[in-house]
Nanobody
Framework: QVRLVESGGGLVQAGGSLRLSCAAS????????MGWYRQAPGNQRDLVAR???????DYGDSVKGRFTISGDNAENTVYLQMNSLKPEDTAVYYC???????????????WGQGTQVTVSS
């Protein structure tokens, strides 16, 4: 019911910047929040940043002050501006959308396919 298309990512040197984009299409229901999570090899998938439809934002502790999430509710699109990148930011970044299917009173999470971000030292 929800399709997520991610773009951005790639290879950058430490101290550089990258911008990720994620566009969601939903057939029946409402998207209540979108965000980015990341997973490095051998690690769990952790929150990077999340924004709700009313504008509330959460960041993972390790990216506060360096990453900025923004969204366009009308387009169901979310952006992640990543500045001052560090080698430890290297991971697969996944877009996620929390949505309420039409006719249901609970949220379900959809995941994108993931995009690789590699930061060289």
């Amino acid at each position: 019911q929800v399709r997520l298309v991610e773009s951005g990512g790639g290879l950058v040197q430490a101290g550089g910047s990258l911008r990720l984009s994620c566009a969601a299409s939903i057939s029946r229901g409402n998207i209540n929040a979108m965000g980015w999570y990341r997973q490095a090899p051998g690690n769990q998938r952790d929150l990077v940043a999340r924004i709700t439809s009313d504008g509330s934002i959460d960041y993972g502790d390790s990216v506060k002050g360096r990453f900025t999430i923004s969204g366009d509710n009308a387009e169901n699109t979310v952006y992640l501006q990543m500045n001052s990148l560090k080698p430890e930011d290297t991971a697969v970044y996944y877009c996620a959308a929390d949505y309420q299917p039409r006719g249901y009173n609970h949220n379900t999470r959809a995941w994108g396919q993931g995009t690789q971000v590699t930061v060289s030292s």
